[in-house]
């Protein structure tokens, strides 16, 4: 089974703090992505890695960073975290197919 | 721009059958896939569609049709457990690491 671990279930911050969220997947897959998911606006991609070290921007980069320098691990970065970033967070993997394997969400909130 | 469009409420009683549409407007077209997600819990792959016609598996199918820009996922028998939100995905690029866009998810309530 496809396992796609995130490194926290809920994170509190304060605004201007930096923020790192880890991604882990288990399968070896070349693709990987962080979503963010807000009521009413269903999933909206941030980034996107297809390989190690490569990124592409997402729907909606702003605010967001990631890295990728390892090929299981992809962190999303908030540089520094604003109130409008609460949200649900999710991280999924794939091996170029339609289907992605979902991470189980941090659910990040920001004071 | 890019749309997806899908119903945001449905809901129907156990037992009975229930079809959720979704209509796409993109710039490439290469699949059409569904997402289940109940409540605090991981969106999980249903199906996909890379050609017109009926998929099924088990209790749920899904449907496509390119030339309409439309498919739909049909749940049947429905149970108490199939309560959550299901979301259509359309793949509209070749490579970009099948990099998916998402409709805004249709919560699915079963009544008793």
């Known amino acids: 089974d496809v396992k796609v671990t995130q490194s926290s279930r809920y994170l509190v911050k304060r605004t201007g703090e930096k923020v790192f969220l880890e991604c882990v997947q288990d399968?070896?897959?070349?693709?990987m992505f962080w979503y963010r998911q807000d009521p009413g606006l269903g999933l909206r991609l941030i980034y996107f890695?297809?390989?190690?070290?490569?990124?592409e921007k997402g729907d909606i980069p702003e605010g967001y960073s990631v890295s990728r320098e390892k090929k299981e691990r992809f962190s999303l970065i908030l540089e520094s975290a604003s109130t409008n970033q609460t949200s649900m967070y999710l991280c999924?993997?794939?091996?170029?197919?339609?289907?992605?394997?979902f991470g189980p969400g941090t659910r990040l909130t920001v004071t | 721009g890019q749309s997806l469009e899908q119903p945001s409420e449905v809901t129907a009683v156990e037992g009975a059958i229930v079809q959720i549409n979704c209509t796409y407007q993109?710039?490439?077209?290469?699949?059409l896939s569904w997402y289940q997600q109940h409540d605090g819990g991981a969106p999980t792959f249903l199906s996909y569609?890379?050609?017109?016609g009926l998929e099924e598996t088990g209790r749920f199918s899904s449907f496509l049709s390119r030339s309409d820009s439309y498919g739909y996922l049909l749940l049947q028998e429905l149970q108490m457990k199939d309560s959550a939100s299901y979301f259509c995905?359309?793949?509209?690029?070749?490579?970009?690491?099948?990099?998916?866009?998402f409709g805004q998810g249709t919560e699915l309530s079963v009544k008793p």
């Open positions: 569609n890379a050609l017109d």
């Open positions: 890695s297809y390989d190690v070290k490569m990124k």
């Open positions: 993109t710039s490439g077209f290469y699949g």
């Open positions: 999924a993997s794939s091996q170029n197919r339609a289907e992605q394997y």
């Open positions: 995905a359309v793949r509209a690029t070749y490579n970009q690491g099948g990099k998916l866009i």
């Open positions: 399968m070896d897959h070349e693709n």
